[in-house]
């Protein structure tokens, strides 16, 4: 098995800081219920941005542009929706 390539570890250290820079507001927001604080437009924009980046991921066959985005549409998407019900 060869090892893996420099861009694919660059990679996978992104997704990990970028996937993770968003645990603790989706924390937040489930534990408390508290969505004041989240504008719809841009929750609606990044969720969708965050949708098309995951179907160019996907498109290209990359790992950590499909795992990290995968994971951030799925918190996202739960937010979005919460901001939806709790408004």
């Not at 098995?1 to 968003?22: E, K, N, Q, R």
């Not at 969505?35 to 949708?51: C, D, E, K, R």
């Not at 990290?68 to 919460?82: E, G, H, P, Q």
């Amino acid at each position: 098995m060869s090892a893996p390539a420099l861009h694919d570890i660059i990679g996978y250290i992104a997704a990990v800081l970028t996937t993770a820079s968003f645990v603790p507001q989706a924390w937040h927001t489930f534990r408390t219920r508290d969505v004041s604080g989240i504008s719809l437009g841009m929750y609606s924009a990044f969720t969708s941005g965050v949708s098309c980046w995951l179907i160019y991921g996907l498109l290209l066959q990359a790992w950590p542009i499909v795992i990290a985005n995968l994971i951030t549409l799925a918190l996202a998407l739960t937010i979005l929706l919460m901001k939806l019900r709790y408004r």
